[in-house]
């Protein structure tokens, strides 16, 4: 099974700074279709996720274009421009590019806070 | 507004067995594909279970496969997991998911334990 692998595990970060977070996954995401199915969720405390990005770089409907992701084949990145107190939360990449089962691989979870 | 809530978590007995329910609204239930994801208290996202829109494809993860069983009724706007010969490791918040993951219920808890 593909392993993906999250740094930071936690995250400080002041109000209004950038934050990065990124994820590394064990292969290439890139599928026989040309995709690669690689998102990110955010959970803040408390909730269920919520899907932020998705096929590396696209924003789900809602999600503020703070938020931005990049990156291809092993090595991804969610960046935030200018993090709000509502940031606060775990943020989970994932992947469905390995023909299921498993449908979906999740990183460990970051971790990030106010300072 | 797409709303997925999910209901039948509780506490039960190693050995013993739960189903668990997710209605579905605001949009086309019977066009989607399903998921079920959970989280053990304090860690991190696991997949479970995932259906095709009909039925016809159903997949498992080795933690689950042989005990756990997906289905779902259209007609009923509801998914479903029925749970058997559960075990501690069981323990966590089971989430409905409508498929790529976009959408999420509130979850819901199944602790077992004896």
């Known amino acids: ?115 | 507004e797409v709303q997925l809530v999910e209901s039948g978590g509780g506490l039960v007995q190693p050995g013993g067995s739960l189903r668990l329910s997710c209605a579905a609204s605001g949009f086309t239930f019977s066009s989607y594909e399903m998921n079920w994801v959970r989280q053990a208290p304090g860690k991190g996202l696991e997949w479970v279970s995932y259906i095709s829109s009909s039925g016809s494809t159903i997949y498992y993860a080795d933690s689950v496969k042989g005990r756990f069983t997906i289905s779902r009724d259209n007609a009923k706007n509801s998914l479903y997991l029925q749970m058997n010969s559960l075990r501690a490791e069981d323990t966590a918040v089971y989430y409905c998911a409508r498929d790529p993951l976009d959408r999420w219920g509130q979850g819901t808890l199944v602790t077992v334990s004896s």
């Open chain 1, 1 to 115: 099974d593909i392993v993906m692998t999250q740094t930071p595990l936690s995250s400080p970060v002041t109000l209004g700074q950038p934050a990065s977070i990124s994820c590394r996954s064990s292969q290439s995401l890139v599928h026989s279709d040309g995709n690669t199915y690689l998102s990110w969720l955010q959970q803040r405390p408390g909730q269920p996720p919520r899907l932020l990005i998705y096929k590396i770089s696209n924003r789900f409907s809602g999600v503020p274009d703070r938020f931005s992701g990049s990156g291809a084949g092993t090595d991804f990145t969610l960046k935030i421009s200018r993090v709000e107190a509502e940031d606060v939360g775990v943020y989970y990449c994932m992947q469905a590019t390995q023909p299921p089962p498993p449908m979906y691989t999740f990183g460990q979870g970051t971790k990030l806070e106010i300072k």
